[in-house]
């Protein structure tokens, strides 16, 4: 998936149709949202295809939480962090097969 097939896809997520200047926060979260899959230790080679479900939905829930925060905040984040978990126990320190 290409970043912009990722920017899309997170737009949806937010329910954000239009493309205008805030675009770039929805952009700037994906970019949070990688460097977290980095920093819990997912090998780079799941980060530069995006193709891998569970790292497209962590990304997709990391915006969708912090993407004009409400009151769904916690449920939102609660998801991002089980999918964190999930991904920490699967094989994503090793490169990409």
Do not use: F, W
Not at 4 to 31: P, Y
Not at 51 to 58: F, G, K, N, Q, T
Not at 81 to 93: A, F
Request: charged fraction near 30%; hydrophobic fraction near 35%.
């Amino acid at each position: 998936m290409t970043r912009e097939e990722l920017l899309r896809k997170a737009k949806i997520r937010v329910r954000k149709s239009s493309t205008d200047m805030l675009d770039d926060d929805v952009s700037q979260l994906i970019d949070v949202a990688i460097t977290d899959l980095k920093r819990i230790g997912v090998h780079q080679t799941y980060l530069d295809e995006l193709e891998d479900p569970l790292v497209i939905e962590a990304v997709l829930n990391y915006v969708k939480a912090n993407y004009s925060i409400n009151s769904d905040y916690e449920r939102l984040i609660g998801c991002y962090n089980m999918t964190l978990t999930k991904i920490k126990g699967g094989n994503y320190r090793q490169p990409k097969e």
